[in-house]
């Protein structure tokens, strides 16, 4: 046994696979086990991974041995770590969520191991490939997981969304796929430490359309407003736990494409504060606030978190023309990372929280969880100090990143953005609390109240403590964030 | 307002084909000269075809995730099918098409066997293969000769998750040698011709399944 | 780990905890759930003790920990913290108490003292914060602690009064960060110093400073019930009286005047603010807060609606004694902060017995009550006095200072403004007392829910309370020129403040 | 000009085809065989432009099969979900967004 056979990068993405498939033959509805195990163990890589960047290490991966461009590379740096421990972070106790969650013999159960398996190791696959067509094949096999998941109830309404999710995804991604053929046409290469320092600003106009179609794809995929419109229906309309394994990790995946290829291969391209780098940031406000304002409007408790995650995606992108201004320890980019970190935890739990209200109450409506205030106080205080952190309040890590995002645009004197961000945690707080509001209501007389796994109120409330926690460890993820070189 | 919606939908692609093609045309010639180094080291490969070297060695990891993608594809068509009860067996009405098929069926195997041994130093492999031997699977399924699948038991189970299992274990056995799927010089051609073996059943397999599996449209045989 | 860094963090646990125990404990533990309670608020008196005796003695207490590279959580224990500190802590105690006999029997009391402890920490923490950054954590956290007490009842008063509550607060909050984002953007960090940080920025940024100045105001503004950002102190009031009582005594309002106090004296320092011209204006902000707040108490028939406008007025004697440029000023202005803090508890204590027990809520119900309940209405009669500024009382003590700051900073008319309140003071209050004991009583009661036994006028742990307190406004006044008095204290304060910061 | 170029520029257009054809019509089956215009379109502009000096290059043609594969994976997953829909609704589109508020 050489060092290579324990390198985490590879275990990374083969362990998932692995326990997927092994769960599919298994059986239907089988392999919880394995995955919580399978789960925990990639947990343990991807500390390890960390831990091996922060001690001064560039862990780079050639598949096959060929080496780029000839092979695919798999590369870690502190962006890549940090989504890595993220999405295991989050995807375990979600697994543990999940397995009580699904009783009987639901229609969503059946291949919801295989299928996550499969979500988690596309995810971790996109976080390490350092090659722009393997990222695309990532890509795919993210958006057939995350589809089978919202397809798998069955129903016309997840049809529907699932249906309409997988157009706008194989759009997006075709989008890409287009770009990348271009790049390649222009280069002779895939590969993304080939390319870098071939891409100049004099790059043929070919390669400025092949930049704007990959990011535009990217775009559609992470669904940024105007393209949110698959979101909701998607995200709202699936079982909890995928809901929150989409909203919290899958969107993610995309954004960081987005953001590795605009600091790393696209840069030079990309003038500080370039017109796409405004519409990117606009189309962000715009998602703020139309996103805050269809949550303040619906009537239903998960659609509510759903059109909650299009204003949190806003955030993500109103960081592009606060970059490339600062030194490299860029804050506004601190910021948005941390962002895509909080929220991830923060709605894991608000959709966690959601389901073990709707699954308690009977009822998906605001208005039926009246009384949930004494019956499930603590999976609304889960739901509460997730929504802390969306409102991006102290202690929280959400407000470490909304912190720095407003630290960033009032040092560049934009006030726009300033007025947006501070709009947005204001609009936040307007949907968090109508929620809480209803819950506080006493409870109509004759109320049948489900009993609930303890368990699922544990999880939620985990999660949640997790994301208000984390604003006291900024420090670690931002030395994280900046090893293994700039991203 | 549809019709506007419409005609601008159709301008933009217009503009969009147009800045394509223009761009494309003042391309300078790639930096990169990759056909060079394929050739350069396709013996290492233990294949003789180029693209099936870059398919399954040189980039065999996009190959193992595509693999991924096919079975994901399946389930998550299966995934939301409500589970229905066995079609009774119908026996074949036409007594021409069985005929034809019966005929034919065997044909398709020995091509599906020709193309994956062909893939070694030709166009070909074990994705070809296994195309031809689910169309041989969805014929005999249209001429009654084979039952709709309705169930998912343990050994179709095994056969469909097989070839993707087999790669993955190659992968992991390879990763304790040295790297990620980097096959040995002297095996790389037996271990790829293993994979692509397990790859053509479990492939054949899942792409017949995408068909087979789906719900009798009833009006059809009625 | 030092000794003087644990301490800090020491006070914030003594309620963190057992605030965190109680959530999770059963809604029947009762006695467990009292005397976790009574035993944090007792721990915290006691290392209290131990801090006001350090920093008497010139130690200094702190601690740091860093959250993003250059911004740090800071506690500092310092004198002016200590003042705050202690008047929380001792009415914490007392509230605690009245709270487990005023809850007694009531639904969700561990939601409800699960919060209550929450929100003396968040108390404790903008006491002892050592930069802004901190003071806006525990700023926010006192916000999010209150709302849940705010909606305590359920009703749909109390679910629109916690919506304007919400509102207001979190949109000083807001404001606050903006201001804060953009103060740390210019300095760095924004330490709490002895005369101020800000005054090492260059001149030319002196628009800016003014700018982010009235942000930072209007922030904490908002909870101090400044106007015009007053509106959601009378809708608070549909909150149980603990609650009311915390809010306006010891937490809410306090924690913004305190909030004044830091940012004029340890964020731009009082010479550099009075150079930049900001401390007139927000004298007069302060001089029409308490006017605008009495006379709007005069037309309030609501007992608990009429202390809140009160409230409003008295919190900007506060904030006047900040903006009057001296030291008798600001001697003035803190020693208000805690005998305000003694008055308005024993007024909230009083008006939720008369609740609890009579039934009585407004003021035109009162007729006669001074008969039915002496001891009570002893105790509110003493802390009405005192608001007006009666002799032997502690409000005539800071009423005094205040005088002689506005005189010695050059505002005459601010005496004025002082006298003119005194007048709508006692304009509302004493009809109250007169009420109380010179009408006779009506019929019936409203509602009366407790019958007296022999001398017990209503519960024991109800009546405890407004006595303790009612005694202290009495000593604070008696006994001001002792070396433990708050006038005392307040006196260090502004001897140390004007002390260091002489150029 | 080479045949790769043909193909190229020819590939290009159909992407753009491809790309109106997804969002015009509202029939499923259309859109999904759009998508597939869209993407044959990506595959032609990856070989053609891979091979415009007119020798052939295996790399985006080893791409293109895998790209294949993928895109039949996708299409097989799209139109068992639209069989799906139109076996619960009766159409063969989508229904109008679910606007539950």
Known sequence: MTSAALDPLAWLILLPMFWATLAFVLGLGRGAWLAIIGIALQLGLALALAGRLLAGGVPVHPVGGWGAPLGIDLAVDGLAATMLLLTQAVALPLAVYARSYFTGDSSERRFFWPLVGFLLAAMNALFVSADLFNLYVTLELLGLAAVGLVAAGGKVGQTAAALRYLLSTLVGSGAYLLGVAMIYGAYGSVSLSTLAPLVDRQAPAAVHLAAGLMLVGLTVKTALFPFHFWLPPAHGGAPAPVSALLSALVVKASYYLILRLWLGILAPLLAPGAAIAWLAGLLGCGAILWGSFKAIGTPNLKMLVAYSTVAQIGYLFIVFPLLGRTSPGDAALQGSVLHAVAHALAKSAMFTAAGVLVKATGQETIDGLAGVATRLPLTLFAFALAGVTLMGLPPSAGFLAKWLLLGAAIGQGQWLLVAVI?????????????????????????????????????????????????????????????????? | MKRIAGAAVMLSAGILAMALVVSMFELPPPAVRLPQMVQEKLPQSGVEHPVTAVLLNFRGYDTLLEVAVLLLALLGMLAGERPRPAAPDRAPTDPVLPGLTRFLVPLMGLTAVYLLWAGAHRPGGAFQAAAVLAAAAVLLHLTDLLPAWTSL??????????????????????????????????????????????LTISLGLILAGLFLFLPDDDERRR | MTVNETLPLAVIASSLLPGLIIFVLPESQVGLRSALNLLGALTKVILVGVLLAGVHAGETYAFRYAVLPGIDIAFKADALALLFVTLSATLWLLTTIYAIGYLEGAPNRSRFFGFFSLCVTATMGIAMAGNLFTFFIFYELLTLSTYPL?????????????????AYTLAGGALLLVGMAWLYGLLGQVEFVHGGVVSTLRPENRGQLQIIFLLLIAGVGVKAALVPLHGWLPQAMVAPAPVSALLHAVAVVKAGAFGIVRIV??????????????????AVVAAITILWGSLRALFQDD??????????????????????????????????????????????????????????????EMNGSGHRMPATTVAFSIAALGMIGAPFTAGAVSKAWLSEGAEAAGMAWAVWVLAAS??????????????????????????????????????????????????????????????????????LIAQREYLNAAP | MTTGMIFAGSGAILFAMGVAGVLLPTHLLRKILAFNIMGSGAFLVLVGLGQRSGEPDPVPQAMVLTGIVVAVAATALALALARRLQRLTGRMELPPEAERD
């Open chain 3, 265 to 282: 004296y340890e964020v731009y320092g009082v010479e550099f603010a009075q150079s930049l011209d900001l401390l007139t204006p927000l």
């Open chain 2, 153 to 198: 038991r343990l050994r179709l189970r095994t056969g469909l998750a097989g070839g993707l299992l087999v790669f993955i274990t190659v992968a992991a056995w390879l990763l304790g040698e040295g790297r990620l799927l980097q096959y040995p010089v002297a095996h790389a051609g037996s271990l790829i011709l293993f994979i692509e073996v397990a």
């Open chain 1, 422 to 487: 501070v709009a947005g945690g204001l609009l936040a707080a307007a949907y968090v609390f109508r929620v809480l509001r209803h819950a506080f209501l006493p409870a109509p007389v004759a109320v049948s109240s489900r009993p609930v796994p303890r368990m699922l109120e544990w999880v939620a409330f985990g999660l949640a403590a997790s994301s208000v926690l984390l604003g006291l460890r900024g420090m670690e993820i931002l030395r994280l964030l900046a090893a293994g070189g700039s991203s």
């Open chain 3, 150 to 166: 705010v909606v305590h009842r359920g009703t749909p008063a109390a679910l629109s009064g916690g919506n304007v509550y919400l």
């Open chain 3, 303 to 364: 007992l608990k609606k009429r202390l809140a406008f009160s409230t409003v007025s008295q919190a900007s004697y506060i904030v006047l004694g900040v903006a009057l440029f001296g030291p008798a000023g600001t001697i003035g202005g803190l020693t208000h902060l805690a005998h305000q803090g003694i008055m308005k508890i024993t007024l909230f204590f009083c008006a939720g017995n008369f609740a609890e027990t009579l039934g009585t809520h407004k003021v035109s």
């Open chain 3, 422 to 491: 005194s007048l709508l003071n006692a304009a509302y209050f004493l009809p109250i007392l007169y009420r109380a004991w010179f009408r006779p009583a009506s019929a019936a009661w409203p509602h009366e829910h407790i019958l007296a036994r022999g001398w017990r006028e209503t519960a024991w742990l109800l009546l405890l309370p407004p006595l303790i307190t009612a005694t202290a406004v009495l000593a604070a006044a008696i006994f001001a020129d002792s070396a433990w008095s708050p006038l005392s204290w307040a006196r």
